[in-house]
């Protein structure tokens, strides 16, 4: 199961975006943070995950929430990914693993029948206090963007 579960502190990082500039999840403090893991750029799920995201991310702005996407694709795969299909979101770039690992979303799936190390989707609500809010550990990408702004705004509702 997820260590990293909700009331726990986010670790914080700083990786590259697509343009090579670096991030880090402090430069959001006081903000909510939708943070997803991905496997891999250009693939169908994730093309159709991170268009998911696209596509709401006016009302998550109106949350007053960022949206992130961590993979272990290059900058200049990222580029190409956003340029392709429009994206605005945040993507970063995480080659090394490092975030991915802190964030419990390298971990062993199945492909073809075979186990292996992998980014699993994950996906993480990220209060203004810098706590985990929302744990999903096992993402299914239809409908996870709504289902994300969904608690997002609960979660709002509820601390309010």
Not at 60 to 65: G, P
Not at 85 to 114: C, F, N
Not at 150 to 155: K, V
Request: net charge negative; glycine share 8%.
């Amino acid at each position: 199961m997820v260590a990293l579960d909700t009331g726990t502190p986010a670790p914080g990082f700083c990786l590259p975006d697509k343009n090579n500039t670096e991030i880090c999840l402090s430069t959001f403090a006081g903000k909510w943070i939708v943070l997803y893991f991905y496997p891999k750029d250009n693939t169908p799920g994730c093309t159709t995950e991170a268009k998911g995201f696209n596509e709401e991310l006016e009302a998550f702005s109106r949350l007053n929430a960022e949206v992130i996407g961590i993979s272990a694709d290059s900058c200049q795969s990222h580029a190409k990914f956003a340029g392709t299909h429009g994206l605005k979101i945040i993507l970063l770039s995480d080659e090394s693993h490092t975030v991915i690992e802190k964030y419990e979303a390298w971990r062993p799936k199945k492909i073809l029948g075979r186990e292996i190390l992998g980014i699993v989707r994950t996906t993480y609500i990220i209060g203004p206090d810098g706590t985990i809010r929302e744990v999903w550990p096992h993402v299914k990408v239809t409908g996870h963007a709504d289902a994300v702004k969904i608690r997002l705004e609960e979660l709002q509702a509820s601390s309010e």
